[in-house]
């Protein structure tokens, strides 16, 4: 099967050659222009592959030389004669040569050829779908080796095997013909298809390994999808155009016409589990018809399945249901759940009105701080800066540092009591239902709303905090700005106005001497006692009601008496 096309066209520029594969044939042709003696090496080389090919395949080549044309299938003498008839050996003359190379092929003990996988991929993605599906079903019998040159590794399903032309290992296990009879007849019991072809089933294209090749990759999906959805459903047809009709009658009816096939393969794994799951071991017209009760209650097309994968969950749940013959138990449960939810949600708003509570506490405490220090103080004392006193400041911070503290930890503590909460609950809903609802289904309808009451309370513990820290930082700047208003400020001021304060207060205590000093002068002219002056001196300062002075000016009037 190692054909080498390169080097046999080794004269002959490959890059403008058409390459076409189907499941009956590969045919490659290629034009250009070559003497008459390179022609005729290419035309012998190619007449020598029939040994190369495996013994299930033929070929035939055509060789048309300047519009003439000679054909041959073998490597015989009349063959070799009548090729080279086409070609003047004698001549150096360039001519028009084309060349086509049609290799038949065959299916033998379940293997089939596949000489160029990309042209392979691009008939699998552009040929109509039920085309290739026929071909596909007359060739299969049990299984279908694909044996492909330039493949690296094997892959596809457990029916449709792509492998290494040198891959020597047995087949993998495929489905025995018995489970396979079943199905088909289940489907026939259940559904009906005129464009499906009858031996074709859905684990047919169940692709186990990938092939890394998009085009075949995506043949698979687009096949499994289709195959999936025409068991599931009561009737479908696949259009010639990649389109599928369908009908399916559940608790509710789902109808589509000519949806198209490459949208539907997005939901082909869900698809595809559903449909084993129908008619796999075990299957039976109950399971179908559960399955298309629950579909038609969770989706309105049946391509929505690939953005909804719990529905294959809710699925399995139900049937565990309808083992235990009561058909209520799932409403029950589902109920049961709900109340559960709702407690849940309930207890989220009771942790974030806690923590409202403890914010307002720390609040409060504040605004006690605040009315003591400045409205009893403001009216006792009428002095700013005894309210804003250093004492105050530090007491200021002492006490938002510690609210501070308390809330953070209060936050903190309500989101891990949240969080234990949520894993008991969900812990406690499977253990409770793990006889009716699968873990998944119950992980499905608790997590969304879980998650929504985390985030909402995750949001106020932020707003709350926020507001916290806010009304902390504004109270604490406020002293401290008053502080230094009142205390730092006047250091800052300039000596001159110092001084003139000082004159200030100096100037009423010499002229209240003065007087004192007058009077005592007259009395002694008088009665020549000095005992007036001294009275004067005595009752000067209470007839001049003067304000409290500093220091200085107390040691002034001192010196000055």
């Known amino acids: 099967m190692g054909v080498d096309f390169g080097a046999i066209f080794a004269a002959v520029d490959l890059a403008n050659a058409t390459r076409v594969e189907r499941l009956d044939e590969f045919e490659l042709f290629v034009e250009d222009e070559l003497t008459q003696a390179q022609a005729h090496v290419v035309a012998l080389a190619l007449l020598?592959?029939?040994?190369?090919?495996?013994?299930?395949?033929?070929?035939?080549?055509?060789?048309?030389?300047?519009?003439?044309?000679?054909?041959?299938?073998?490597?015989?003498?009349?063959?070799?004669?009548?090729?080279?008839?086409?070609?003047?050996?004698?001549?150096?003359?360039?001519?028009?040569?084309?060349?086509?190379?049609?290799?038949?092929?065959?299916?033998q003990h379940?293997?089939?050829?596949?000489?160029?996988?990309?042209?392979?991929?691009?008939?699998?993605?552009?040929?109509?779908?039920?085309q290739v599906l026929e071909a596909l079903a007359a060739r299969l019998d049990g299984h279908l080796r694909l044996i492909c040159i330039g493949l690296r590794k094997q892959g596809?399903?457990?029916?449709?095997?792509?492998?290494?032309?040198?891959?020597?290992?047995?087949?993998?296990?495929?489905?025995?013909?018995?489970?396979?009879?079943?199905?088909?007849?289940?489907?026939?019991?259940?559904?009906?298809?005129?464009?499906?072809?009858?031996?074709?089933?859905p684990q047919d294209f169940q692709l186990d390994t990938p092939l890394g090749q998009p085009a075949v990759d995506g043949f698979f999906?687009?096949?499994?999808?289709?195959?999936?959805?025409?068991?599931?459903?009561?009737?479908?047809?696949?259009?010639?155009?990649?389109?599928l009709t369908y009908r399916m009658a559940g608790y509710k009816v789902l109808e589509e016409k000519r949806i198209s096939v490459a949208e539907l393969s997005g939901a082909h794994e869900v698809l595809n589990k559903i449909a084993s799951w129908a008619y796999d071991a075990g299957g039976s017209t109950d399971k179908v018809g559960l399955a298309r009760n629950v579909l038609s209650l969770h989706v309105a097309s049946l391509c929505d399945l690939a953005h909804q994968p719990h529905v294959l969950n809710a699925i399995l749940s139900n049937y565990q249901i309808y083992l235990k013959d009561n058909v209520s138990a799932y409403l029950e449960v589902r109920n049961r759940m709900a109340e559960l939810l709702l407690e849940s949600t309930a207890k989220t708003h009771a942790l974030v009105e806690s923590l409202l509570d403890s914010v307002r506490n720390g609040m409060l405490v504040v605004f006690t701080f605040v009315l003591t220090v400045v409205v009893v103080n403001g009216l006792k004392d009428t002095n700013a800066?005894?309210?804003?006193?250093?004492?105050?400041?530090?007491?200021?911070?002492?006490?938002?540092?510690?609210?501070?503290?308390?809330?953070?930890?209060?936050?903190?503590?309500?989101?891990?009591?949240?969080?234990?909460?949520?894993?008991?609950?969900?812990?406690?809903?499977?253990?409770?239902?793990?006889?009716?609802?699968?873990?998944?289904?119950?992980?499905?309808?608790?997590?969304?709303?879980?998650?929504?009451?985390?985030?909402?309370?995750?949001?106020?513990?932020?707003?709350?905090?926020?507001?916290?820290?806010?009304?902390?930082?504004?109270?604490?700047?406020?002293?401290a700005i008053?502080?230094?208003?009142?205390?730092?400020?006047?250091?800052?001021?300039?000596?001159?106005?110092?001084?003139?304060?000082?004159?200030?207060?100096?100037?009423?205590?010499?002229?209240?001497?003065?007087?004192?000093?007058?009077?005592?002068?007259?009395?002694?002219?008088?009665?020549?006692?000095?005992?007036?002056?001294?009275?004067?001196?005595?009752?000067?300062?209470?007839?001049?009601?003067?304000?409290?002075?500093?220091?200085?000016t107390a040691v002034h009037r001192e010196t000055s008496q």
């Open 385 to 479: 800066r005894v309210v804003f006193s250093g004492e105050y400041v530090w007491i200021v911070i002492i006490i938002a540092v510690l609210c501070s503290i308390w809330i953070h930890s209060a936050c903190k503590d309500v989101v891990t009591r949240f969080d234990s909460a949520t894993r008991s609950t969900t812990q406690l809903l499977r253990d409770s239902y793990r006889n009716v609802l699968i873990e998944d289904e119950v992980d499905q309808h608790t997590a969304k709303t879980f998650a929504n009451n985390r985030g909402h309370l995750i949001e106020q513990v932020r707003r709350y905090r926020r507001l916290w820290y806010l009304v902390s930082v504004t109270l604490v700047a406020t002293f």
């Open 156 to 201: 596809g399903s457990a029916t449709l095997q792509f492998v290494p032309e040198d891959h020597e290992e047995p087949a993998t296990a495929t489905l025995p013909s018995a489970a396979r009879e079943r199905i088909i007849a289940l489907f026939k019991e259940n559904s009906f298809s005129a464009s499906l072809p009858g031996k074709l089933i």
């Open 221 to 243: 999906a687009r096949a499994s999808a289709v195959l999936s959805a025409v068991y599931l459903c009561n009737n479908a047809e696949l259009e010639s155009d990649n389109t």
């Open 48 to 107: 020598g592959i029939g040994p190369s090919l495996p013994n299930r395949d033929r070929f035939e080549i055509t060789i048309t030389v300047d519009g003439e044309a000679a054909s041959a299938c073998d490597d015989e003498e009349d063959s070799r004669v009548r090729i080279g008839g086409l070609f003047d050996l004698g001549s150096n003359t360039r001519a028009e040569v084309g060349f086509r190379v049609i290799i038949g092929k065959q299916v």
């Open 482 to 552: 008053g502080y230094v208003v009142s205390y730092q400020l006047p250091r800052f001021s300039s000596p001159k106005a110092d001084s003139g304060a000082a004159s200030t207060i100096q100037a009423p205590a010499s002229s209240r001497e003065e007087p004192g000093r007058v009077r005592s002068k007259g009395i002694g002219n008088v009665s020549g006692s000095v005992k007036p002056t001294a009275r004067a001196s005595q009752m000067a300062p209470a007839d001049s009601q003067a304000p409290p002075v500093s220091k200085e």
């Open 110 to 130: 379940n293997a089939i050829s596949v000489y160029d996988m990309e042209a392979f991929g691009r008939y699998l993605a552009q040929e109509p779908l039920t």
